[in-house]
């Protein structure tokens, strides 16, 4: 079982910024497009270890970036993913 | 793990069924052409009168109605709408016109590369280069707005759309044209067709597949999940082409093509950056139609829009080659889409905010 967690922009543009706002912080993430388990719409998402989400959203925060949710993800192998959404109090 | 087995297995259903498609009647390279077909939908309905191109395509009518069966089954389909949606209207007529200036969406694009056909070679970086023109604008905030939540009725548009055309399809009256010669003229059996339609539907509908995204997350993101399925397509009916010996590589006298390569090459940039500034393919676009979105119903009648525009003024590609007229289109189309890229970016609007509050 793996768990990961992914943060949804409302736009592609949102996206970007936060790749580039995130690009010299201390920690590991990638942009990588929604997981279907999570919408069935194509945009971009920000994947990041569970412990770092909150963090993460901090500072897109601060930097007026608009999100739209969070996540975490159970994968195992070829089992349906499991996501839940998560409150960070957005 | 399991999306990537999952597109991986959708594009390979796609590359076989065109192969099937093609062997039961479908012109050669053309298993599956959304551009091509919703041309011809155009012609059967009277909107023009290119006599060889004129077919109800299942194919069409199945896309949307398995996306729409399958949103309805998983709770995923939903009404929204009203983001730019003239526009979108343009943005669908210009990627019609690109493609009827090479002869294939990207997906046939691909069908041709996996039939041997050289050209498609020459068109395929000339779309990336138009997905790369497009990225730019998305890295510069380009949006066309956010869609919003409408009456399910909106939702219902497209799948009705698609129940109608059935239904004439079927009972064939007279105010229909259908082909008497000519690719229009050329079809697999219809519960091939349909079936093939539904099927691809509910699979792209399961995993987003798309051919525009499979270039963009490349250069992007350097994401290759939907990558998977572009080249799954490719490489499932190349094989399927070499097994069936339609596999026949060369650049001249291929079907339903030409050998104006710049304009191979331009018309599928034109197609590249329209599928980005739309959001999706013209595949996706009949996907996104299936679950509800009436933008990208927009974008569909868009195209069909711009079938009709392309033929009626003899501007579309012929195996002949493309007309001057054909070609000032491919310059006008790109000029009206940078427009468009430029006009919805953030940057370049904040940019002159900030000029403007300077000078006051």
Redesign the interface.
Known sequence: MVSSCYITF????FA?RA?SVLKNQPYSF????V??SIS?S?G?ALRCSCEDISALKNILLQNDLELEGFYRLE?S?????VATTLDLDH | ???R??IIIAGAVVGLLAVILVLQGNPANMGFCIACFIRDISGALGLHRAGVVQYLRPEIIGLVLGSFVT?LYVR?FKATGGSSPVLRFFLGMLMMAGALIFLGCPLRMVLRLAGGDWNAMVALPGYVLGVWFGTLF??????LG?SQEQAPVNGYAGPFMAIVLLILLVTAPAFIFFSEEGPGSMSAPLFLTLGAGLLVGILA????L?TM?AIR?LI??K?Y??FLGFVAIFVVAMIGNLFTGQFAPGFAEQPVAHIDHLWNFSGMTVVGLAAVLA??CPM?QLILTG?GQSDALITVLGMAGGAAFMHNFGLAGSPAGVSPAGQWIVIISLVVLFIIGAANT?LLAAGKNKEKAKAS
Not at chain 1, 30 to 33: E, G, I, Q, S
Request: aromatic share 8%.
């Open positions: 409302p736009t592609t543009f970007i790749e990638k942009m990588v497009p997981p279907r069935s194509c971009t994968e192998g070829l089992k349906t993913p | 793990m399991r999306d087995v999952f949103a995923e998305l890295r510069r905030g380009y949006t956010r509908q399961r995993t987003r798309c995204g997350d992007l993101f994401d999940h939907l959001g999706g996706r679950e953030r």
